[in-house]
Structures are given as C-alpha cells and as structure tokens.
C-alpha cells in the first residue's frame, strides 16, 4: 500500500491556492480521499493520471467530511465511475446524502445574519453554493476505531471542524491523512481554519490526538504532507 499526494492548484480572485487529496493505492485498487470543489473533477483525474494512475481503477472514494472543497465534486465523480464505493462517518452520511440539512449550511446562514452589509454579498454566495451541492447515496458507513481497505486503514474520530469528520490511521505505514483536522502551518500541524470549526475545543483535542500518534507522515488536506 502506498499514499500519493495529489495537490491541486486553481486560482481564486487572482490568488493561487492549494488543496491536497490523497490516493491511497492497494495494488490496483484505487481509492481518492475528498474530491474538491465543484467541477474539479479534471483536475483530480489529471493529477491521477500524472503520477501513473487510471482513474477508471478507482474503487472506493472517502469522504472526511462534508465541506464544500471536500465533496464538491463528488456527484461528478459517481455519474463518471457508478462502481465506486463511497464510504463516510455515520455522523456526516446524512448530510452528503441529502437526507439532512449540513452544519456547515445552517453555520453559514446563521453568520450570514450577523454579517456586517459589505461582507453579505460574499456570505450570501457560500450559502447559495452550499445549497447548490448534489448529493450522493453513502454506499459505507465507517465509525471510530474500524479497520477497512483489507484491515490497513484505521478509521479515526477527530470531530471539531465538523461533528463527524474522520481522519485515517495506516500503522504499517506510521501514516495519517488528515483531512481537516489539522493543517501543514509553518512545517508544523495546526487546528484548520479554527474560525469554522463546528467546535474548537473538540478541534484542539483532535489535533491532539493526531499529534500523539507520532506518525512519520501527515497527509493534510491543506498545506501538504508533512513529514518527520
């Protein structure tokens, strides 16, 4: 088993940014963790296929959670590849099925309220992105402690960014990914985004807890890999 990075760069009001999903590769068996924003689906498979990778092999795609640049193009990548396994946390399957309404969405209208008026035309368009995300049906739900992807892969709780975000524990690879519950800061890990974290001090104890497990490399979502 072996953990490709695949970062991604786009451009955002003329600013260059960065996400990271990872590529957990098993032999043939492919499986993409978080699928970015909405319509970057190229952009991943380009990725893919720039490190020798068929993104027709994908088996399963993982999401951490539910935010935007996590499960934006999520819809593109089932109507492409329908054989693909999606495995998520009990906690966020609801919201990526379209069954509940998501944290993020009832943050982002509650902040909208408060918002100073400059700043609401830029609230109001997260809100309408939100609300424009397609679901799709969680084929596997995952919880904490569970090993998958053939006993290898130990699925971690690490709530605060959101209630049921997960992250993934390799120890045979002394290896994490992330997803947002931490952040390469200055080559160190930090709390992600702390002022969207459904709940900071779970955040904080999450990051702890990643940090204890010692592990040789971080797969972070946003900053990259960092290693030790």
Avoid at 7 to 36: A, K, M, R
Avoid at 51 to 63: E, T, V, W
Avoid at 139 to 152: A, F, H
């Amino acid at each position: 088993m072996n953990i490709i990075e695949l970062p991604i760069q786009f451009e955002y009001e003329g600013q260059p940014y960065y996400i990271c999903p990872s590529l957990i590769v098993s032999g043939e068996e492919l499986t993409l963790v978080d699928t970015g924003y909405p319509q970057f689906m190229p952009l991943i498979e380009n990725a893919m296929l720039n490190q020798g990778y068929a993104p027709g092999n994908l088996k399963n795609i993982i999401i951490t959670h539910y935010d935007d640049d996590h499960i934006g193009a999520l819809y593109e990548f089932v109507e492409k590849y329908p054989s693909v396994t999606i495995i998520a946390s009990e906690v966020e399957t609801p919201s990526i099925s379209g069954l509940m309404k998501s944290e993020r969405l009832i943050q982002a209208e509650a902040l909208l309220v408060e918002m100073p008026e400059e700043e609401q035309a830029s609230g109001e368009e997260f809100v309408q992105l939100l609300k424009n995300l397609r679901h799709v049906p969680v084929n596997q739900t995952v919880r904490e402690g569970e090993y998958i992807l053939d006993g290898k892969c130990q699925v971690l709780a690490t709530p605060g960014h959101t209630s049921g975000h997960i992250s993934l524990y390799f120890p045979a690879l002394g290896t994490v990914i992330t997803g947002d519950a931490a952040v390469n800061e200055g080559s160190a890990l930090a709390v992600a985004n702390p002022q969207y974290c459904i709940d900071l001090e779970n955040a904080e104890q999450s990051l702890n807890r990643l940090q204890a497990l010692n592990a040789q490399s971080y797969y972070c979502y946003h900053g990259g890999k960092l290693g030790f």
